[in-house]
Nanobody, 115 residues
Framework: QVQLVESGGGLVQAGGSLRLSCAASGIIISFNAMGWYRQGPGQQRELVASITAGGSIRYADSVKGRFTISRDNAKNTVYLQMNSLKPEDTAVYYC?????????WGQGTQVTVSS
């Protein structure tokens, strides 16, 4: 059974930083593509950053240069380092992966950036 548990969200002032963690069980993250998504108030869920099994990384244009996705294979955990946060980054952030054609999502962690 695949489980993804996010943590690290919170309230931060604009310009601040947060690091989100996604602890995975039931999968080996180094063998799977992992993604961070977010859904702001009244908005559709969007891909923020992703890392493939081979280590290829992509970012949404809106976060390039500010966010960094990484993984610790020993801890089976994916991270999202978020710097220079802006009020428009306010959203619930979700970790996700796909295994055997099924999508798995964590419960989400709230990030609120005050101006």
């Amino acid at each position: 059974q695949v489980q993804l548990v996010e943590s690290g969200g919170g309230l931060v002032q604009a310009g601040g930083s947060l690091r989100l963690s996604c602890a995975a069980s039931g999968i080996i993250i180094s063998f799977n593509a992992m993604g961070w998504y977010r859904q702001g108030p009244g908005q559709q869920r969007e891909l923020v950053a992703s890392i493939t099994a081979g280590g290829s990384i992509r970012y949404a244009d809106s976060v390039k240069g500010r966010f960094t996705i990484s993984r610790d294979n020993a801890k089976n955990t994916v991270y999202l380092q978020m710097n220079s946060l802006k009020p428009e980054d306010t959203a619930v952030y979700y970790c996700s992966t796909t295994r055997r054609l099924l999508d798995y999502w964590g419960q989400g962690t709230q990030v609120t950036v005050s101006s």
